[in-house]
Each structure stands twice: as structure tokens, then as C-alpha cells.
């Protein structure tokens, strides 16, 4: 199994869509959570950042953490062209880790 | 310019040969690191320099695997005797320090072993 397991999709949403976009994980000692952006042929670009349980918002991103459930989310409001990319969830047991563990990521198209 | 550099951008090279690729960090970042994407395999660690730390070379794959970090900035990943399953895109990520999710990645180096 997996430390980190992520849908690879491709996804295709119309613009405006809300997208939800999902990791599960199964090291119950992680607890920094980040989601990258990955455009085609670029490298991965850090997105948003959460520590342990709860939301964080930032415009039209939101992260949540469900550290029960090991669980974490990433949605997308009013989704636009922009966002077409691909997104990696990532996590770490400690600030200052030597390496993430990284999803697979998941492909996003967001259809004009 | 102010962000991670790697070169070459892409490389075709035949099976057995060796392979070195590049990357530039942003400049004081102390942190440096190599990461293997595959399709469908997302991103796999390869190798961890810190300053003048020894490396954590915990995720190369194999003992064709090296790399080399110069004066604590340039470092290289040399591939010897590449094989098939090699291909892949290879990113390099620097950090400043502190929290290890502030990496900034390079664009990769894009390996097609024929």
C-alpha cells in the first residue's frame, strides 16, 4: 500500500464548476499537509499549506484535513481555463523533513 | 533568473550509455533535492543535500544512481549504464531552510532511454 494515494483522474469540469480533488494517506504520524500545482511540462508549484486538522482558505481555494479520517481535500471555486493543471497532494511527519510524500497527482481540464 | 534552473531540458539517450543532468538552485538556498516523476507514479524522492551535511541518498534505486553537490550550490545527477525503465522526468527542488514543504522546483529534465 501506498503511503499516499491519490485519484489520477483526468477530470474535466465546465468553467465555474466547483472541483474537489482528494487524498487519502495511511501514516497516521503526518501532519503537514501542502497541495501543489504542476502545469505541463513546469515544476510543481506550492499551492496551499495546512498543519494537522481544519480548513485553510486562500481566494477561491480552500484546504481541509480530516486527520481521523486521513482524509484531505482540496476545492476549487468557480473553477476557471487557469486552473487546468495537474495537483499533488503532499505530506510530511515533521517541519523540517528531509522529503514529502507526494500523491500521484490528478489532472484537471477545466473546459472554457 | 531568480528561480530553480535545470539543464538539459530533455535527453534521448540509448540504453547502457550514462547521463548527467544539471540543476541550479536559487541562489543561498542550503537545501537541495532530486525527485523522479513517473507517469503515474508521482513524484519519488532520490536524494537530500543540506548544507555540508552528508547526503541522504536513502531513495536512489540503485547504485547506477549518484549525484553530487558542488560548493553547496550546483548539483548534478549522473546516471550510469541507463536502462529503459530510467526514463522519466527528473526535478530538482531547493529550500532556504526551516520547513521542508517551502521547496521550489526546476522544470525537469525530461530522459527518454531508447
Known amino acids: 500500500q501506498k503511503e499516499v494515494e491519490q485519484d489520477p483522474g483526468p477530470l474535466s469540469v465546465p468553467e465555474g464548476a466547483i472541483v474537489s480533488l482528494n487524498c487519502t494517506y495511511s501514516?497516521?504520524?503526518?501532519?503537514?499537509f501542502m497541495w501543489y500545482r504542476q502545469y505541463s511540462r513546469k515544476g510543481p508549484e506550492l499551492l496551499m499549506y495546512t498543519y494537522s486538522s481544519g480548513n485553510k482558505e486562500d481566494g477561491r481555494f480552500t484546504a481541509q484535513v480530516d486527520k481521523s479520517s486521513k482524509y484531505i481535500s482540496l476545492f476549487i471555486r468557480d473553477s476557471q481555463p487557469s486552473d487546468s493543471a495537474t495537483y499533488l497532494c503532499a505530506m510530511s511527519a515533521q517541519t523540517g523533513a528531509n522529503n514529502l510524500f507526494f500523491g500521484t497527482g490528478t489532472r484537471l481540464t477545466v473546459i472554457p | 533568473g531568480a528561480g530553480v534552473s535545470q539543464s538539459p531540458s530533455n535527453k534521448v539517450t540509448e540504453k547502457g550509455k550514462d547521463v548527467e543532468l544539471r540543476c541550479d538552485p536559487i541562489?543561498?538556498?542550503?537545501?537541495l533535492y532530486w525527485y523522479r516523476q513517473s507517469l503515474g507514479q508521482g513524484l519519488e524522492f532520490l536524494i537530500y543535500?543540506?548544507?555540508?551535511?552528508?547526503?541522504?541518498k536513502s531513495g536512489l534505486p540503485s547504485d547506477r544512481f549518484s549525484a553530487e553537490r558542488t560548493g553547496g550550490s550546483v548539483s548534478t545527477l549522473t546516471i550510469q549504464r541507463t536502462q529503459q525503465e530510467d526514463s522519466a522526468v527528473y526535478l530538482c527542488?531547493?529550500?532556504?531552510?526551516?520547513?521542508?514543504?517551502?521547496?521550489?522546483f526546476g522544470p525537469g529534465t525530461r530522459l527518454l532511454v531508447l
Open positions: 527542488a531547493s529550500r532556504v531552510g526551516g520547513s521542508a514543504e517551502t521547496q521550489y
Open positions: 543535500f543540506q548544507g555540508n551535511s552528508a547526503p541522504d
Open positions: 541562489s543561498g538556498h542550503t537545501a
Open positions: 501514516n497516521s504520524a503526518f501532519q503537514y
